[in-house]
C-alpha cells in the first residue's frame, strides 16, 4: 500500500508523456484521459476537424510503454466521430463521450466494444453534445450535456435518472458546461462559458460557485475540466488562460501552473534515432524572450514549449497524480503533490 503525505493543494512537475503521432505510439490533439485499476493510461485523440485520421484510444504507462490502441472514425459499434471525454467505472468499463453522435460507448479494458446509447435530443435522457463524463460512487454515469445546458445522470447501461441545470448565470444554471467530476459526495461542473466551476449535491443541489471571469487568481477564462483530491482540493483546466488552478476546498486561490514540460522518453528516443532532428533541436530556444506583440496567454503558450498549450483536461490517478492533458502539444503533463 503507498502511503500518501497530506495534500496542501500543492502540485510539482514530475514527467511528461507524449509525442505527436497520427497512428501508434503518441497521440494527435488529445482531449482527454483515463487511467484504470492496472494504473494503465488511456488517452483519447480527437485528432482535428480536417482529417479522420488518427482518432483513437492509445494505451500507455507512467514508464513510456505503449500498449496499443482502439478505436476508429465513424458511427458504427466502437467508432466516434468528436470525441470529448473517457471514464472508468469500478469494474473497468471504459466510457466514452461523442459530441457529434450524441451518444456515450462503452468498452472493456481491451477496448473491445460493449454497448452505446444515447439519441439527440432535449427531452429526459437525449442529449445534445455530451462532452464531460464522471462516476459516481454508486456508479452512477453524470454526463455534461453540452448544448443542452444541463447535466444528467445514468445508470451504467444509460437508463435515465434525473438531470438539473439550463441556460442561464444563476446558481445552478449553465452557460455550456464540459468537464465534470464525482468526488467526496459531491459533482462539480466546469461551467464553461460562465467562467466558474460548480458545485452540486449527487442529485444537483447547487452547493457553491467558485471564480468568474478574467485572468487574476481565482478567475476563469474557458474552464474546460475539474478534478478534486481527497481532502477536498480542486484542479481546474483553465483552458482559455493556457493554465491550471488549484483552489482550497472553499474556493480560495492555493497555485497556479502554467506548465513545465521537458521531453517525454518517446521524444528522447525519437532524437536519438534521428540525429538530423537532434540537431535542429539544439539549435531551437524552448523558452525564447517574449515580445511586444505577445499579447494573450495563447499566444506566449504557443512561443514557450514547457508551457500548457490548449490544456483541456485534468485527472487525478489513485495516487492522485494530476494528468494534464495538452490537445495542442499532443502530450500529458504529469504532477505529484509538492
Known amino acids: 500500500m ?16 507524449g509525442i505527436v503521432a497520427m497512428e501508434g505510439r503518441g497521440f494527435s490533439n488529445p482531449v482527454d484521459l483515463a487511467v484504470s485499476s492496472d494504473s494503465r493510461i488511456y488517452v483519447l485523440s ?12 492509445g494505451i500507455c504507462d507512467l514508464e513510456g510503454g505503449y500498449f496499443g490502441d482502439f478505436g476508429e472514425f465513424g458511427d ?6 468528436w470525441p470529448t471525454a473517457l471514464a472508468f467505472d469500478a469494474d473497468d468499463r471504459l466510457y466514452l463521450a461523442d459530441e457529434y453522435n450524441h451518444r456515450i460507448t462503452v468498452f472493456d479494458r481491451d477496448g473491445r466494444f460493449l454497448s452505446k446509447w444515447g439519441v439527440r435530443g432535449g427531452g429526459d435522457g437525449e442529449l445534445n453534445g455530451p462532452a464531460g463524463l464522471a462516476i459516481g460512487a ?15 445522470r445514468f445508470t451504467s447501461d444509460g437508463r435515465f435518472l434525473g438531470k438539473w441545470g439550463g441556460s442561464g448565470a444563476g446558481e445552478g444554471e449553465f452557460d455550456m458546461p464540459w468537464g465534470l467530476t464525482a468526488a467526496g459526495g459531491h459533482v462539480y461542473v466546469a461551467d464553461w462559458r460562465n467562467d466558474r466551476i460548480q458545485k452540486f449535491s449527487p442529485e444537483g443541489d447547487f452547493v457553491a460557485a467558485f471564480g468568474g471571469p478574467g485572468q487574476g ?47 517525454s522518453v518517446w521524444a528522447d528516443e525519437f532524437y ?67
Open 138 to 152: 454508486d456508479g452512477s454515469v453524470y454526463v455534461s450535456d453540452h448544448m443542452n445546458h444541463r447535466v444528467q
Open 46 to 57: 480527437r485528432t482535428n476537424s480536417l482529417q479522420t485520421f488518427g482518432i483513437r484510444v
Open 272 to 338: 536519438a534515432a534521428n540525429d538530423d532532428e537532434k540537431t535542429q533541436r539544439d539549435r531551437f530556444d524552448p523558452v525564447p524572450e517574449m515580445t511586444s506583440e505577445v499579447e494573450t496567454p495563447h499566444e506566449e503558450s504557443a512561443r514557450t514549449e514547457p508551457y500548457f498549450w490548449g490544456p483541456v483536461s485534468v485527472k487525478l490517478d489513485s495516487e492522485e497524480r494530476l494528468y494534464v492533458t495538452e490537445s495542442n502539444r499532443h502530450r500529458v503533463q504529469v504532477y505529484v503533490r509538492a
Open 2 to 17: 503507498t502511503t500518501q503525505k497530506a495534500s496542501n493543494g500543492r502540485l510539482r512537475y514530475e514527467r511528461t508523456v
Open 76 to 81: 458504427g459499434d466502437g467508432a466516434f466521430v
Open 217 to 263: 487568481e481565482g478567475q476563469f477564462h474557458r474552464p474546460s475540466s475539474v478534478a478534486v483530491d481527497g481532502e477536498g482540493y480542486v484542479y481546474a483546466a483553465d483552458w482559455g488562460n493556457e493554465r491550471v488552478q488549484a483552489l482550497d476546498p472553499d474556493g480560495g486561490f492555493v497555485q497556479m501552473l502554467r506548465g513545465e514540460s521537458g521531453l
